[in-house]
């Protein structure tokens, strides 16, 4: 894969983390568990079985707490700084598995983060309107979206 792919993806997994923060951790963390891919990095710890465990309950607990009325905008403050931290840790560490500048790949994934959740939440919020304010339907897809991109770019490594 060209360093040009790698950095590509390090952005794209970011946009996952606007849409769903954990998601693309936990993948990542799953993904380097099972296949070793940043093994001999200096993010190898997320290939480690306690960091997939954690991270993946981590996701499984905000694809649930997404769906509650209660739960705040992802464009306040702390879901929004979640967003750029957790797209960073995904960017880095793709960028660390495709042997390119970590520091490159954590920025690009920030990046990615405000861009994912700007877009997400535009892109829900419309759709909500389109359909008379059903918001179930519409958080199931994006957490489909979520999880099945984060698979696809992950599966690149």
Known sequence: ???TEVLILAFLIGVIAGLRALTPVAVIACGAYWHRFLQGTPLSFMGRLPAAVVFTVL???ELYAD???TTPSRLAPVGLITRIVTGGLS?????A???QTIAFGAVLGAVG???GAFAGYHARTGLVKA???RDLPIALLEDAIAIGG???IVACF
């Open 131 to 133: 359909l008379n304010g």
């Open 113 to 115: 983060g405000v861009v």
């Open 1 to 3: 894969m060209s360093s």
């Open 59 to 61: 996701a499984l607990l």
């Open 91 to 95: 960017g880095a560490c793709l960028a």
């Open 67 to 69: 769906q509650l009325p």
């Open 150 to 152: 984060a698979i696809v």
């Open 97 to 99: 598995a495709g042997a």
